[in-house]
C-alpha cells in the first residue's frame, strides 16, 4: 500500500507539473524553458515547488465595509511577511518576463520577487528601486491590472500574481527600517536642473537626475509637496505620511524642494536659465477642471472634484474644525464621472456623513475608467451607482443652495472616437433627482499659466504641452510629462514620463548636445 501510494504521489506531481508547463506556460516557450531549467536547479525541491504553485492569489486584508466608510484610514491593511511569502512563491520567473514590459518604468519584478521570496528584503528594496523611486505610492494606486500584471502567465488560467501587493509589501518593509538604501549615485556633474511640480513625474526626474550627480531644485506652487499625490488622492487609498516618505527620499538623494512658488508668475522659466539652470522639466499636472457646461453648475453645494478633493485631503477639511477649511457635508449627494477620482470623491462623501451618495455616469459599468477594485470598494461601501444617467441642469433653492439635478437616461450607440460606444439620449426620459450636493468629477485640463507666459511653449487645442517621444517641448532645454502632457492620465503613466525625460535629459547635459526638439 505504501508503494502504490507514493506511485500515485509522484503520478500526481507528474501530472501537475504536465498542465503547469503546458496550461500556462502554454505557446511561451521561452518561460516554459526557464521553468523547466528552474525545477532542475531547485533539484529535489522541484516536485515541491510545482505543487505549490497556485492560481488563485493571496487576498489583502483590508478593513470591512461597515467600518471603514466611517473613517478615512487606510482601507488595504497589506500582506504580512507570511502572506508575501506566499504570493511570491507563485512567481514562476520566467526567462523573458512580460511583467517587465507591461511596467512603464521597467520595475525589475522577477528580481525583487524573487529576493523577497528567499528572505533577502535589502535585496529586494534594491530591486525594486533601480528603476522605481516611488514604489510605497505605485504598490497602493497603480493599475497594475491593466499593466505589469496583465502580462503575466500565470493570468491565462487563473489569478496573476499580486505584483502591486508585493511591491506595496518591500516598500512597506524599507520605511520600517532605520537607513534607507539611496542606490548608487554618480559623482557632481556640476549641471544645474528645475523641476516644475513635485507630483510623480516631477519626483521621478528629481530623483533620476540627482542619480546622475546633477544638481536639482523642485519648484512647487502648493504649501505641501506631492502635487496631485496629496491634493487629489484621499488618505484612505493613499496615506500622506507614505507621500512624504517618498518625498524626504527623493531630497536624501540631494534634490532640494522649494514650497509656495509659482512658475510662470513669481519666476518665469526663462527666468530660470538666467539663474543658472541648464535644463528644465515641467510636471505641473493637469489641475484645472472640467465642467458639464450645464445651466446650474455655479450654484452653491456644486463642486469640481478638484476643489471638493482638495479640501478634504490636502486641507483636511474631513478633521474640520481641528483643521480651519470647512466644506459642505451633504446628505443626498451626486457624483458625476466614472473614473478614479468620481470613487474618491464618491467615497470621502460616504465618509463625510453621507445618507446616499451617487454616481452619476452615462455610460455602463463595462465601459467605466475606474479601477475595478475601486468600483468594487465604492459598492461595498454603499455608493450607489446610477449608470446610463447624465445630468443636464440642476436647480437652485431660494438661497442659491443646489438642491435638483434633472437627468436624463442614456442608451449605447455605436463607438466613439476612443472606441468606447457613444451614450444617446433616450427621449421623453428627463426627471429630477434631490440633491444637495454635487460632485464633477468628469476630466481634468492643464492649467494654462505656464503656457500663456512662455510663447516658445507649444500647445495642443486641449491645452496640453506638445513633446516628442523624448518628452523634448518646443523651447530648447525644456522636457515636459504627466499629465501637462497626456491630459488626466495615472501616477506609473506620469512616472513612465519622467524617466524617458530624465533619460534624455541626462544625455544632452552630458553631452552639450544641439538641441533638436519640435
Known amino acids: 500500500m505504501v508503494v502504490i501510494n507514493c506511485i500515485r504521489r509522484l503520478l500526481w506531481f507528474y501530472a501537475r507539473d504536465h498542465w503547469i508547463r503546458t496550461e500556462i506556460c502554454g505557446s511561451d516557450r521561452q518561460s516554459l524553458i526557464y521553468y523547466q531549467s528552474f525545477l532542475a536547479f531547485r533539484g529535489a ?5 510545482s505543487s505549490k504553485i497556485d492560481l488563485n492569489r493571496v487576498e489583502m486584508p483590508k478593513q470591512s465595509p461597515d467600518k471603514r466608510k466611517s473613517n478615512f484610514q487606510e482601507v488595504a491593511l497589506g500582506y504580512n511577511s507570511e502572506l508575501a511569502k506566499t504570493e511570491a512563491n507563485r512567481c514562476i520567473q520566467c526567462k523573458k518576463p512580460k511583467c517587465v514590459e507591461g511596467c512603464p518604468v521597467g520595475v525589475e519584478i522577477p528580481n525583487f520577487i524573487l529576493a523577497l521570496r528567499e528572505g533577502d528584503m535589502p535585496g529586494a528594496v534594491r530591486a525594486l528601486k533601480r528603476k522605481n523611486s516611488l514604489p510605497g505610492i505605485c504598490g497602493r494606486v497603480c493599475p497594475q491590472e491593466v499593466q505589469c500584471e496583465s502580462r503575466c502567465v500565470l493570468g491565462k488560467k487563473g489569478a496573476p500574481v499580486a505584483i502591486g501587493r508585493l511591491e506595496r509589501y518591500v516598500a512597506d518593509w524599507e520605511l520600517g527600517q532605520k537607513e534607507r538604501p539611496k542606490g548608487d549615485i554618480l559623482l557632481p556633474t556640476g549641471k544645474r536642473v528645475a523641476v516644475v511640480g513635485s507630483g510623480p513625474a516631477g519626483l521621478t526626474v528629481a530623483a533620476d537626475m540627482a542619480k546622475f550627480g546633477h544638481k536639482v531644485t523642485i519648484f512647487e506652487a502648493l504649501h505641501d509637496g506631492g502635487g496631485v499625490l496629496v491634493y487629489g488622492i484621499p488618505e484612505f487609498r493613499l496615506p500622506k505620511g507614505i507621500v512624504r516618505s517618498e518625498i ?14 509659482v512658475v510662470g508668475r513669481q519666476v518665469q522659466i526663462e527666468g530660470l536659465f538666467k539663474e543658472g539652470y541648464d535644463a528644465v522639466f515641467l510636471g505641473i499636472g493637469a489641475g484645472a477642471p ?14 469640481s472634484a478638484n476643489e471638493y478633493l482638495t479640501r478634504v485631503n490636502l486641507m483636511k477639511a474631513y478633521r474640520f474644525p481641528e483643521y480651519d477649511t470647512p466644506i459642505k457635508k451633504g446628505k443626498k449627494v451626486a457624483v458625476v464621472g466614472g473614473g478614479n477620482v468620481a470613487m474618491d470623491s464618491a ?10 451618495v451617487h454616481v452619476i455616469y452615462r455610460r455602463s459599468r463595462e465601459e467605466m475608467p475606474a479601477r475595478l477594485e475601486e468600483v468594487e470598494n465604492a459598492m461595498e461601501e454603499g455608493v450607489i451607482f446610477d449608470f446610463l444617467t447624465n445630468p443636464v441642469r440642476f436647480l437652485g433653492d431660494e438661497r442659491g443652495m443646489v438642491k435638483v439635478m434633472d437627468v436624463v437616461e442614456m442608451e449605447l450607440g455605436e463607438p466613439d472616437a476612443s472606441g468606447r460606444r457613444s451614450p444617446c439620449v433616450k427621449e421623453g426620459s428627463e426627471h429630477p433627482v434631490d440633491v444637495d ?7 481634468t485640463v492643464p492649467n494654462p499659466l505656464i503656457a500663456a507666459s512662455t510663447p516658445e511653449l507649444k500647445t495642443t487645442r486641449r491645452g496640453t504641452l506638445v513633446v516628442d517621444e523624448r518628452c523634448r517641448t518646443t523651447m ?8 501637462i502632457t497626456s491630459g488626466g492620465a495615472t501616477v506609473i503613466s506620469a512616472m513612465g514620463a519622467g524617466k524617458t525625460a530624465a533619460a534624455d535629459m541626462n544625455e544632452w547635459l552630458k553631452n552639450d548636445g544641439e538641441w533638436s526638439g519640435l
Open 45 to 49: 525541491g522541484a516536485v515541491e515547488m
Open 248 to 261: 524626504e527620499y527623493v531630497k536624501s538623494l540631494g534634490a532640494e524642494l522649494e514650497l509656495d512658488c
Open 290 to 303: 472640467r465642467f458639464l457646461n450645464v445651466p446650474g453648475e455655479n450654484l452653491s453645494g456644486v463642486y
Open 347 to 356: 467615497r470621502s462623501a460616504m465618509r463625510l456623513g453621507a445618507d446616499e
Open 437 to 443: 450636493t454635487v460632485v464633477i468629477a468628469v476630466g
Open 476 to 483: 530648447k532645454g525644456v522636457w515636459a510629462g504627466g499629465d
